[in-house]
């Protein structure tokens, strides 16, 4: 069988799913938020990412979560979505590869408490899928007039 992989995860501004599975992705590769002051809200944050999964795995129910925290702290926020099985399209898929499926986690209206350095963790039925993608919250220069 093969293992579960990740393809491809990018933070974003926003992001949409397409009806060919692709996905449209904008305001992509930030990973720096400058802020006035702290506590800070962000309107909007995605997390958009690709699973290759192989015909076995597209058979069963799955779980993805993206968590975000402050470097070796408490969880901020979650994103959360969950994946039911695919039967009839997991035949679709030769048994020499894997299929992709594309996903967009959203962050709604985050309040990050602090400055410093946040990471998202990406994870496919509860494991890591790869080591966090690191966010920093910065103070923002000071403009005079």
């Known amino acids: 069988m093969w293992p579960v992989e990740l393809d491809f995860v990018v933070i974003a501004d926003g992001a949409q799913h397409r009806p060919d599975g692709k996905l449209d992705v904008y305001g992509a590769g930030f990973d720096t938020i400058l802020a006035t002051s702290v506590p800070a809200q962000h309107p909007r944050i995605v997390v ?11 058979r069963g129910a799955h779980t993805a979560d993206v968590i975000l925290r402050p470097l070796g702290g408490d969880e901020v926020a979650r994103a959360h979505a969950e994946l039911g099985p695919v039967p009839e399209g997991a035949d679709t898929i030769p048994e020499d590869r894997l299929a992709g499926i594309g996903l967009v986690l959203a962050f709604n209206n985050v309040v990050f408490p602090k400055y410093g350095v946040y990471e998202f963790a990406v994870q496919w039925n509860g494991e890591d899928l790869r080591n966090p993608i690191r966010l920093f919250v910065a103070e923002a220069p000071v403009q005079e007039s």
Not at 48 to 58: D, F, M, N, T
């Open 48 to 58: 958009a990412l690709r699973v290759l999964i192989s015909r076995e795995e597209a």
